[in-house]
């Protein structure tokens, strides 16, 4: 498509740049339940907004008023293997020193196209970084990069046709998220049902470890496959038949997904294999969400949930009645969520295949 009146401008030309800092150790009360805190962990391939899984205290937010961002600042890491990850707030957030972000000059700038310029940028941003052990791109070099801007008309323009697409997705994570709520409120009308015996974890499943199934080797298919981090991509045939259960082995170690349909699981996941009749994959699923497994991970280079911890760890299982009733409500709430998930990938895979060829290349 034609490109007219595009110019090359460096990102400090299109607002206010501003590194992250971490709150130090000696100031208590720091952390608390006011302002997102930010990380390049926070930041998903593909999601517009980061989910933060710390937050800042009032006073914490204060001491760190000089790096408070507004709603509508795009957040690009740029220290470590993912340099050119981004996200757009939508609401005050601070983040962490990995990430500098941009304050947007409306008169300059729009801050949605903003957020698309950047994370299309955000491969040629990567391969400027300098460094061997730690590879960075400094506030200095982020400042200088060129990045092409058209005028503001041509922004909206772009901006409305991704934005419409990241809405979409951002619609399906409310309503997944309303669902998940009403299925974790029957599990616990379920345990107020009747006494509940304890059991390991071990004694009810078998945790089996996924296939490695790297992008290039993935035929055009619909089987959804399932990363530590939830549906990474498709397939042609399935490893296993669902409903299942995903529990995250390495990178986001202890997370938890539910796949209605038959999916793969790549090698960075545990699928779940009942080990007994009469509990429920439903029961299971959101019981193992409320272990807190992300507490479990090992202290190495790379943090990782050791399948004998998982084991070993004790949960309360209710009636057999109430488990039976469990399954039968959470079910459907479930299989919603299931849905959405593949829906939302489909949507952000079409977000990536259109992105490129709405900006000039190079």
């Given at each position: 498509?034609?490109?007219?009146?595009?110019?090359?401008?460096?990102?400090g030309?299109?607002?206010?740049?501003?590194?992250?800092?971490?709150?130090?150790?000696?100031?208590?009360?720091?952390?608390?339940?006011?302002?997102?805190?930010?990380?390049?962990?926070?930041?998903?391939?593909?999601?517009?907004?980061?989910?933060?899984?710390?937050?800042?205290?009032?006073?914490?937010?204060?001491?760190?008023?000089?790096?408070?961002?507004?709603?509508?600042?795009?957040?690009?890491?740029?220290?470590?293997?993912?340099?050119?990850?981004?996200?757009?707030?939508?609401?005050?957030?601070?983040?962490?020193?990995?990430?500098?972000?941009?304050?947007?000059d409306?008169?300059?700038?729009?801050?949605?196209?903003?957020?698309?310029l950047?994370?299309?940028?955000?491969?040629?941003?990567?391969?400027?970084?300098s460094?061997?052990a730690?590879?960075?791109?400094?506030?200095r070099?982020?400042?200088?990069?060129?990045?092409?801007?058209?005028?503001?008309?041509?922004?909206d323009?772009?901006?409305?046709?991704?934005?419409?697409?990241?809405?979409?997705?951002?619609?399906?994570?409310?309503?997944?998220?309303?669902?998940?709520?009403?299925?974790?409120?029957?599990?616990?009308?379920?345990?107020?049902?009747?006494?509940?015996?304890?059991?390991?974890?071990?004694?009810?499943?078998?945790?089996?470890?996924?296939?490695?199934?790297?992008?290039?080797?993935?035929?055009?298919?619909?089987?959804?496959?399932?990363g530590?981090?939830?549906?990474?991509?498709?397939?042609?045939?399935?490893?296993?038949?669902?409903?299942?259960?995903?529990?995250?082995?390495?990178?986001?170690?202890?997370?938890?997904?539910?796949?209605?349909?038959?999916?793969?699981?790549?090698?960075?996941?545990?699928?779940?294999?009942?080990?007994?009749?009469?509990?429920?994959?439903?029961?299971?699923?959101?019981?193992?969400?409320?272990?807190?497994?992300?507490?479990?991970?090992?202290?190495?280079?790379?943090?990782?949930?050791?399948?004998?911890?998982?084991?070993?760890?004790?949960?309360?299982?209710?009636?057999?009645?109430?488990?039976?009733?469990?399954?039968?409500?959470?079910?459907?709430?479930?299989?919603?969520?299931?849905?959405?998930?593949i829906?939302?990938?489909?949507?952000?895979?079409?977000?990536?295949?259109?992105?490129?060829?709405?900006?000039?290349?190079?």
């Amino acid at each position: 498509m034609p490109h007219g009146q595009w110019l090359q401008v460096p990102i400090g030309d299109l607002g206010r740049v501003v590194t992250g800092a971490t709150p130090r150790s000696a100031w208590d009360g720091a952390w608390g339940d006011d302002v997102d805190f930010i990380t390049p962990r926070d930041q998903r391939a593909g999601y517009r907004t980061a989910t933060a899984r710390r937050r800042l205290s009032a006073g914490g937010a204060a001491r760190l008023a000089g790096r408070l961002l507004p709603a509508g600042t795009t957040c690009v890491t740029c220290i470590g293997e993912t340099i050119g990850k981004t996200s757009l707030t939508s609401q005050p957030a601070v983040t962490n020193q990995q990430i500098n972000s941009v304050v947007p000059d409306q008169q300059v700038v729009r801050a949605p196209f903003l957020y698309y310029l950047l994370t299309v940028c955000g491969p040629r941003l990567a391969q400027a970084a300098s460094g061997s052990a730690a590879r960075i791109v400094n506030k200095r070099q982020f400042e200088r990069f060129p990045v092409p801007v058209p005028p503001l008309a041509e922004q909206d323009r772009i901006a409305g046709i991704l934005g419409a697409l990241d809405d979409k997705v951002a619609a399906n994570g409310a309503t997944s998220a309303t669902a998940l709520d009403l299925a974790d409120a029957l599990l616990d009308q379920a345990m107020a049902a009747g006494q509940a015996r304890s059991c390991r974890v071990g004694d009810l499943v078998s945790l089996r470890y996924g296939r490695a199934l790297p992008a290039v080797a993935r035929a055009p298919g619909s089987v959804p496959v399932y990363g530590s981090g939830g549906i990474v991509g498709s397939h042609d045939r399935a490893l296993v038949t669902g409903p299942g259960i995903v529990v995250g082995r390495k990178g986001a170690a202890g997370t938890v997904h539910w796949s209605q349909r038959d999916f793969w699981p790549i090698d960075t996941v545990f699928y779940v294999v009942p080990a007994v009749t009469g509990v429920p994959l439903e029961f299971l699923f959101l019981t193992l969400r409320r272990m807190g497994l992300p507490s479990l991970r090992g202290d190495s280079a790379v943090p990782g949930l050791a399948r004998s911890s998982l084991a070993t760890s004790v949960i309360r299982v209710p009636p057999l009645s109430a488990l039976r009733d469990l399954a039968q409500a959470a079910g459907g709430l479930l299989s919603l969520r299931a849905a959405l998930a593949i829906e939302s990938a489909q949507l952000i895979s079409m977000r990536a295949a259109l992105l490129p060829g709405l900006f000039p290349a190079g």
